[in-house]
């Protein structure tokens, strides 16, 4: 059993936890994940690591509630416990392996959509310990759904904000943002970018005009995380690739956003009909299956 050391409720549908898990603390790097099951009949969620603390033994997760078994989870308190963790799974960020002398000569920008800040912040935070400072892009739909503002302003050399309400920082979208600041005159050599798959193909559509070289997250896709399910299909440069096994970070302007979006609307039925199961319990019937 894995413990939950703390339980927080972000923003509107999503949350935080602290997770007991020694074996994936000791392990893990930015840009992995980790599978949590709750309950021996539980579903296999795959989670980024959002954090990790080796001396504590912990990792931290963010999730936003889809369906059923995310729902389970928000109403979890610290004390109570995960069924299984299995982790560090997928590979680590790219930057993890690269000569820290030549990460000292890039001018990394990050574009965080969403929850999209989750995975995004372990990298930063990773880059700032080991003294290289990037500039992070944050965007949400309104100041109500932006999540990790201040621990992102804690290790990046600049947080841009922006809402696409103008509530909260600039009015627009990530893409408007970059391209403000390179019109301004930053020059920079890479960008990684995650959070929604529109909001990534549209990053990478900006970021291919503009000539920089870009890295995406295909977390959003994964559904079992071991590469069986095959629900993370990718093509990639025309060949296919499977983002839990494979990724999740890939070429950014080497995906086919087109087919992923595709491919990520196929359990939207399955999602909605667990979920009214779980709320209506004993009474549900079922019948919405009359419509297919």
Not at 114 to 122: I, S, T
Not at 253 to 273: P, S, T
Request: with cysteine.
């Amino acid at each position: 059993m894995y413990e939950i050391l703390k339980v927080e409720h972000l923003v509107d549908k999503d949350w935080l936890m602290v997770i007991k898990a020694p074996f994936v603390a000791a392990k893990c790097e930015p840009g992995q994940f980790m599978i949590a099951k709750l309950g021996e009949l539980g579903e296999r969620i795959p989670f980024t690591i959002a954090d990790y603390d080796r001396k504590e033994e912990t990792i931290t997760i963010v999730f936003q509630v889809v369906g059923a078994s995310t729902e389970k989870m928000s109403h979890l308190k610290a004390g109570d416990s995960f069924t299984d963790i299995v982790g560090p799974l997928g590979k680590p960020s790219d930057m993890i392996e690269t000569p820290l002398e030549e990460l000292k000569k890039e001018s990394i920008i990050f574009i965080a959509g969403g929850v999209g800040a989750a995975p995004v912040y372990p990298q930063v935070k990773w880059l700032h310990e080991h003294g290289i400072e990037a500039d992070v892009i944050l965007g949400a739909r309104n100041k109500e759904l932006l999540i990790m503002e201040e621990d992102l302003r804690k290790v990046a050399a600049n947080v841009y904000v922006c809402t696409d309400d103008g509530s909260y920082g600039d009015k627009g979208v990530v893409t408007d943002i970059l391209k403000k600041l390179v019109e301004g005159g930053k020059k920079y050599t890479k960008c990684i970018a995650i959070g929604p798959v529109i909001m990534m193909k549209f990053a990478c559509l900006t970021t291919k005009a503009l000539n920089i070289p870009t890295i995406v997250s295909m977390n959003p896709i994964m559904i079992d995380g071991t590469g069986m399910c095959g629900a993370c299909r990718l093509i990639v440069d025309g060949q296919v690739k499977f983002a839990c096994v494979d990724g999740p970070e890939f070429d950014g302007h080497l995906v086919d956003f087109d087919l992923a979006m595709k491919r990520q609307r196929q359990y939207k039925d399955e999602e909605q009909r667990a979920m009214l199961e779980l709320q209506e319990g004993a009474t549900h019937s079922g019948g919405c299956e009359a419509d297919h």
